[in-house]
């Protein structure tokens, strides 16, 4: 168990509507890290935030968007959702901020598998 | 665009022998980590080598990094059936001295170990 933990765990929803996933990090980690995990584009990093303030953005699309809140659980919003949106959500966390050469390994929740019809 | 690209792509060995899995990368790393993953589940970290070394163990596991070539390997020993798994490479860019922790991960090599 890494101590992350990704709610729901399957998520099926329409073309066009908006969801919420949600990510608990690691008790004492204050680093959370979004990635995107589908069968043509592999695992694909999408952002990261460091104790509340957004620190690296990646592939992002603009119909996402995330955020980290006081308590440190993050959410990452997915909106106007398209066929191509369907793929496996992770979320990961670490004790650094990474400045220092990302040197601390993620932890990884179980993600969130979104099906997107 | 992935920043590792491991080879080969699927490995299928017998349980007891020796599995070796190689990435190789783009840019100039500050370090470079093997994480695992079982079917539908999250990423395991195995092992984090840093830029300065060479060769790195972790019981059955062994990885080598070759800066110059851009390539490191990670060799698995006496392989068990539980280790069938994808094995994935990930490395954190050294831009300007800070990488923010952005791991970009291969494609993965996907092992299976037969009983």
């Known amino acids: 168990d890494s101590g992350v933990t990704q709610t729901p765990k399957h998520l099926i929803t329409a073309t066009g509507q908006r969801v919420t996933l949600r990510c608990s990090p690691r008790?004492?980690?204050?680093?959370v890290y979004w990635y995107q995990q589908s069968l043509d584009q592999g695992l694909q990093f999408l952002i990261q935030?460091?104790?509340?303030?957004?620190?690296a953005k990646g592939n992002i699309l603009e119909r996402f968007s995330a955020q980290q809140f006081p308590d440190l659980h993050s959410e990452l919003n997915l909106s106007s959702l398209e066929l191509g949106d369907s793929a496996l959500y992770f979320c990961a966390s670490s004790v650094s901020p990474g400045g220092t050469g990302g040197n601390s390994p993620l932890h990884f929740g179980n993600g969130t598998r979104l099906t997107v019809t | 665009s992935q920043q590792g690209e491991e080879d080969p792509q699927a490995l299928s060995i017998q349980e007891g022998e020796n599995a070796t899995m190689n990435c190789s990368y783009k840019t100039s790393i500050n370090n470079l980590q093997w994480y695992r993953q079982n079917s539908g589940r999250g990423l395991v970290h195995l092992i984090l080598?840093?830029?300065?070394?060479r060769e790195k163990h972790s019981g059955r596991l062994r990885v080598t990094l070759d800066t110059s070539k851009k390539s490191s390997s990670l060799l698995i020993t006496a392989s068990r059936a539980a280790d069938t798994a994808s094995y994935f490479c990930a490395t954190a860019a050294n831009a300007g001295g800070t990488s923010y922790g952005k791991l970009t991960f291969g494609q993965g090599t996907i092992l299976t170990v037969h009983p």
């Open positions: 935030y460091y104790n509340g303030e957004e620190r």
């Open positions: 080598i840093r830029s300065n070394e």
């Open positions: 008790s004492g980690d204050l680093s």
